[in-house]
């Protein structure tokens, strides 16, 4: 099994340890997996094309997968309370994307076309929508979020 980054768990385990002190609620979101998986979530992208991390140092991006799995655990560890972890185009369709799209077109129709393909890139399952997922923790005694 792999473990996430440790920016990434530093960063869980701070805000969680804050989250329990002084209350509040905190989202991430990233791309990364909901279950855990094994093997490692290093990759290396060039010309949106994901490459070899070694073929050619310094002329790709370089990122990891966040390992949300392996968050949870800590963040309650920490005394913060885990709302979930779910898709992005899951929790901005339970937020209502789609109700605000369309009142965003109705007030701005001369970009009806730029706005319909923005919530699509979001929300779509073969491009962010599935990509990306949202974190959610929260104070102990604070209430759940919305689109967990």
Same mark, same amino acid.
């Given at each position: 099994?792999?473990?996430? $980054?440790? #920016?990434?768990? /530093?960063?869980?385990?701070?805000?969680?340890?804050?989250?329990?002190?002084?209350? *509040? @609620?905190? !989202?991430?979101?990233?791309?990364?997996?909901?279950?855990?998986?094994?093997?490692?979530?290093?990759?290396?992208?060039?010309?949106?094309?994901?490459?070899?991390?070694?073929?050619?140092?310094?002329?790709?991006?370089?990122?990891?997968?966040?390992?949300?799995? $392996?968050? #949870?655990?800590? /963040?309650?560890?920490?005394?913060?309370?885990?709302?979930?972890?779910?898709?992005? *185009? @899951?929790? !901005?369709?339970?937020?209502?994307?789609?109700?605000?799209?369309?009142?965003?077109?109705?007030?701005?129709?001369?970009?009806?076309?730029?706005?319909?393909?923005?919530?699509?890139?979001?929300?779509?399952?073969?491009?962010?929508?599935?990509?990306?997922?949202?974190?959610?923790?929260?104070?102990?005694?604070?209430?759940?979020?919305?689109?967990?």
């Amino acid at each position: 099994m792999i473990e996430t $980054s440790p #920016a990434a768990a /530093a960063v869980v385990y701070e805000v969680a340890g804050r989250l329990a002190a002084q209350g *509040g @609620a905190a !989202l991430f979101i990233d791309y990364g997996h909901i279950e855990p998986r094994a093997g490692s979530t290093l990759q290396a992208v060039r010309a949106h094309t994901k490459v070899d991390p070694f073929e050619a140092p310094g002329e790709a991006d370089l990122t990891a997968h966040v390992d949300f799995a $392996s968050l #949870a655990p800590m /963040a309650a560890a920490r005394g913060a309370r885990w709302l979930g972890t779910v898709t992005q *185009g @899951a929790w !901005l369709t339970a937020l209502g994307i789609a109700q605000r799209a369309d009142a965003l077109s109705e007030f701005a129709p001369q970009h009806r076309e730029a706005i319909r393909a923005a919530r699509q890139r979001l929300v779509d399952p073969g491009q962010m929508g599935e990509l990306f997922k949202v974190m959610g923790f929260a104070a102990p005694g604070w209430p759940d979020g919305v689109g967990f």
